[in-house]
């Protein structure tokens, strides 16, 4: 009997493994997993909820979601989509919701759910799963490939790596291009006093960018005790994340606060300004954002915190339109925990047919999930392409 080896079992390994042994059920099909149970990343997804994919309505070009293989993603969306996803688990006897913010977690809120679904599938399908059993290296022999691995030697006919982010080592006697590993998706610290002092302040529309760069996200802004945090500078970490790893981490972040144009800034202020000329400016507090982010924001400006709607003149709005749409901090580095943090780089999208994610030099070897260059924003994107490549790979079988 033919047998495949899944390296990994990881979301991509076991959704992979099972789509492979449900078209083909004549395949011996085994997944090494080098931690003791699998799934264990996918149990700590969302927050232990799970966002298991997203409904794509805010997603323009995929390239927005997925700033390291959007090509890839579009043909793999293409052979199972995010609504293919939701079925298949509705499927399976998951039942889910898709929250204002587009976000899709099982109704559960347990990414337990999950684990137990994919685990029960590939019992019953028969699927081999060892764990405890990590691969040091698979070499490509004449028919096949051999693997060195903590539990002794392993031949397969067929290979699918879905060892995740930053595992590669395995890979070297197949000398592979890889695209440098770098973290995804980061907050960032800030090393600015009146800013630190907002912790758990929030600007919900603001627009983040990196000042000499074409970087730019917009969304929520969280101020915490470090620096910036929230969806904003996630989506920040993701666009940028290449850029920021070979800067050491270093550059100006321009906050701007409201998301407004200089335009839209200018009328707030000489409607405000109109309506309140006798209040003081910081009683006049810009939707959305808190009395203190504003009192914060009028400061940078280099304006009294009492001044009045009728004192601030023109000079004084440039200066508070300047703070609003174009504030500037250094960044003094990246953050190491509480991360969603997901690695860019990986096997390079040129070593693969982008149809069937198979090796173009190594007939038989496959690629799935975040071993990949591919990676994505926070908001269930990352999973949607491990499923969706695991998917595309057994549809190779
Ligand atoms: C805290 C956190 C929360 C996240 N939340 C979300 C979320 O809510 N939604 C979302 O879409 N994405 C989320 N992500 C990202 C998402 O979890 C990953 O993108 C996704 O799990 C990648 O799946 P994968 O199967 O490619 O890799 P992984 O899930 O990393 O699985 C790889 C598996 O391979 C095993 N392995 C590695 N090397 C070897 C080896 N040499 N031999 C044998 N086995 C090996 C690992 O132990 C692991 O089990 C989150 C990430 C983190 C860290």
């Not at 764990?131 to 699918?160: H, I, M, N, Q």
Request: with cysteine; proline share 3%.
């Amino acid at each position: 009997m033919s047998n495949v080896i899944i390296i990994g079992a990881g979301a991509a390994g076991c959704f992979c493994a099972i789509e492979i042994k449900r078209r083909k059920p004549e395949l011996q099909v085994t997944v090494l997993e080098s931690g003791a149970r699998p799934l264990a990343k996918v149990a700590i997804t969302g927050g232990g909820r799970c966002n298991f994919t997203n409904s794509f309505e805010d997603v323009g070009r995929l390239e927005e979601a997925y700033p390291r293989g959007a090509q890839l993603m579009k043909r793999a969306l293409r052979v199972f989509s995010n609504r293919d996803t939701m079925d298949w688990f509705q499927r399976e006897g998951v039942q889910y919701v898709i929250q204002e913010d587009r976000c899709v977690f099982p109704k559960s809120q347990d990414a337990m759910q999950i684990v137990r679904t994919l685990e029960n599938r590939m019992r019953h399908l028969g699927v081999e799963l060892r764990c405890g059993a990590k691969v040091g290296a698979v070499y490509a022999e004449e028919g096949g490939f051999r693997l060195d691995t903590s539990a002794g030697p392993f031949r397969a006919d067929s290979v699918v790596i879905t060892t995740g982010g930053g595992a590669l080592k395995l890979l070297e006697p197949l000398e592979l291009q890889i695209e440098k590993p770098v973290p995804s998706l980061f907050t960032l610290k800030i090393d600015n006093d009146g800013l630190r002092s907002l912790m758990g302040a929030l600007a919900p529309d603001a627009i983040l960018s990196l000042a000499g760069t074409p970087f730019r996200a917009s969304g929520t802004l969280l101020l915490t005790d470090w620096g910036v945090s929230g969806p904003a500078t996630l989506k920040l970490s993701s666009y940028a994340a290449r850029h920021l790893a070979g800067n050491g981490y270093k550059g100006t972040l321009m906050i701007n606060w409201t998301g407004w144009s200089e335009d839209q800034a200018r009328s707030f202020l000489s409607e405000s300004a109109r309506q309140n000329g006798k209040k003081r400016v910081a009683n006049v507090t810009p939707d959305g954002l808190s009395a203190r982010l504003w009192q914060h924001i009028i400061g940078r400006a280099g304006l009294r915190e009492d001044i009045i709607w009728t004192e601030l003149g023109s000079k004084g709005a440039n200066r508070l339109v300047g703070a609003l749409t174009a504030d500037a901090y250094e960044i003094a580095g990246r953050c190491h925990f509480k991360a969603e943090f997901v690695t860019c780089g990986g096997v390079s999208l040129q070593e693969v047919n982008l149809g069937t994610l198979e090796s173009k030099k190594y007939p038989g070897l496959y690629f799935a999930g975040e071993v990949l260059d591919l990676d994505a924003i926070t908001g269930g994107f990352n999973l949607q392409a491990a499923w969706s490549c695991a998917m595309v790979v057994a549809r190779s079988f």
